[in-house]
Structure formats: structure tokens, C-alpha cells
């Protein structure tokens, strides 16, 4: 298997077999990575990294897996470049491709990143959009494997806003891999009609499930996994908190909702989350709403269920194979 010189903007253009063969070599670069085994396999390549919005795990896999493969990286933030004041992306695309071997990109509408990988002849790497978020999603598949042992059949329950970045990938990633994905909101808040049908079609192929339930109760009722995200995601207005907290939080993932599901359920998140008061958001808007946590409770944040930070750490092995496979 070669993924060289292979663009990583959604999981819907890679096939299961790729992507189980990308879960594969992220497992084997934890495990030389946690016995001290060198893997500076990319040495002499370097790396630029554009971040249109804020991160604190994709930054830093990034940076981390490229160090440890050999690479050089540069940072570039939306303050410090030129990107989008006075230069096109398709002009930045050429000029990066030219000094670098790859390019992450994380920011805004998909058909950026999009743009930026037709006008580059290097691989570039979607560190998430408003639309998906794939390298999380490797490291969320990589994360039910290690648990279960396998992904085929799982009970994925998707609690929330399920049509952003976050619920788009999770539903093709379930897709694609044969899990049972449950998309659990309102239904205005459901992935689109279009990337559903995709779905469908892959799941015709793979045996996944895929489901859109209303009910809280009955969505989680078996649940192997229950995930979640936050209700308002990078760059959206401030005004949709209330309408987000008043139709959303139905769907908060406490210890109610994980008792139905049972004793084996694992909790997952892609982080950052609002379980407290102890961020300056999580504080303003739960003394504005009068809520203690919104997405996730605390308790179940901080439970043994959860596997959040396990999560967190997968996504510098599943960023480091992509690289990896992509570059090498
Ligand atoms: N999960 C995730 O992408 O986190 P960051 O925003 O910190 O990169
Ligand atoms: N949906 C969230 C994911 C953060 C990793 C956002 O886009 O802000």
C-alpha cells in the first residue's frame, strides 16, 4: 500500500483498506514511539503548518510527529503571513509547495483547502474545516480500536451538533470502517441530505449502519461509544449560544444518558470541551445560561468511561502516519 503524494482532505476519498492500512502504521509508530525507537524516517523534509483558527492538539501533533520523523516545520498564523490580506490562496498554494514538502491547512470553508491542494503539487493535510475534520477521526477510530479491539459492529452514538466538521467525518469514517453510527439531535442539526446519501452508499458496501434518532434515550440505549462535541464551534457568531443551549441541551451527555447505555460504554471527545466553569467561555456562557457544563457533565468528563485524553494523544500518531505515508 502507497498513499505517496496523496492530498488528506476528507476520509470519503480514501477506500476502508487505506485507511485501516493508515490505523495500522499509527499503531506501529506508538509503539516505537513509546519504546524509544527512532523513526526520523523523513529527514531533510520540512513542513509548513497554516492555521487560519486556533489549536492547541493539532499544532501540536503536527509539530511533535514531524520533529519525530525528521522533519523541520513552520508555523503560520493568519497574523504573522500573508494568507488571504495580500495573497491568494492559489498564489500561496505555488509559493509553499515550492519552499515545502507538505502543507497543513486548518481554517475555514472546505473548498479552501481544497483550492490550496489543486494549486500545490505537495501533499496537503486538512487540519480541519467547517465541514471535516479527518485526522481526528483517524485518531477517534485508532482510540475504539485499541478499547474493543476491533471497529467493525460498534455502537457509535454522535450526541449534538452533528451536522458540523465534527459529525460529518465521524458519520463517513463509521461509513466507512462498518460501524453502527448514530447521529443523535434535533433533525435540522443532522448531516446533510447529500453527505448522507454518500454514507449510505458506502455503508451498502462496509455493513456500517447508520441511523438518525430524535430520542435521546433510544439513541444510546447499547451504545459501545457515546460521543460528543461543542454546541458553537470555531468562527461562529456568539448569538447562536441561545439557540444552541435551548435546542441542544437535550442532548447533554451526563451520567443518565451513559447509565442506559450501560457499564462498557466509553465517552469520547475531540476536546476542547465545556464541562466546567474552569475556561473563560465554559464560565461566561454557563453563568449567562445558568449551566454548570453544557455538552458533556463533568462527572462524566472525568469519569472512568472516559477516554478523552487517550483520544488526544492518538492524534499525533494517526497525524505522524499520515505524514508519514503521505510523504514517504
Ligand atoms: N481536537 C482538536 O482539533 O483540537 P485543537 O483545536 O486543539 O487542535
Ligand atoms: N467542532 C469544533 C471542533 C474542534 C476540534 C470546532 O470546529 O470548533
Known sequence: MTLKGRDFLTLLDFTPAEIEYLLDLSAELKEKKKNGILHDELRGKNVALIFEKTSTRTRSSFEVAAHDLGMGTTYLDPSGSQIGKKESIADTARVLAGIFDGIEYRGYGQEIVEELADYSDVPVWNGLTNE???????????????????????????????????????????????????ACAPAKYFPSKELIEKCEDIAKETGAGLHFVEDPAEAVKGADVICT????????????????????????????????????????????????????VGKEMGEKFGMEAFEVTNDVFESEAS????????????????????LK
Open 132 to 182: 471535516y475534520h479527518p485526522t481526528q477521526i483517524l485518531a477517534d477510530l485508532l482510540t475504539i480500536r485499541e478499547h474493543f479491539g476491533r471497529l467493525k459492529g460498534i455502537k457509535f452514538v454522535y450526541m449534538g451538533d452533528a451536522r458540523y466538521n465534527m459529525g460529518n467525518s465521524l458519520m463517513i469514517g463509521c461509513a466507512k470502517m462498518g460501524l453502527d453510527f448514530t
Open 229 to 280: 462535541d461543542v454546541w458553537v464551534s470555531m468562527g461562529e457568531p456568539i448569538e447562536v449560544w441561545e439557540e444552541r443551549v435551548k435546542e441542544l441541551t437535550p442532548y447533554q451527555v451526563n451520567k443518565e444518558k451513559m447509565d442506559i447505555a450501560g457499564k462498557d460504554c466509553i465517552f469520547m471527545h475531540c476536546l476542547p470541551s465545556y464541562h466546567d466553569h474552569k475556561t473563560a
Open 307 to 326: 477516554v478523552v485524553f487517550q483520544e488526544a494523544e492518538n492524534r499525533m500518531h494517526t497525524i505522524k502516519a499520515v505524514m508519514l505515508a503521505t
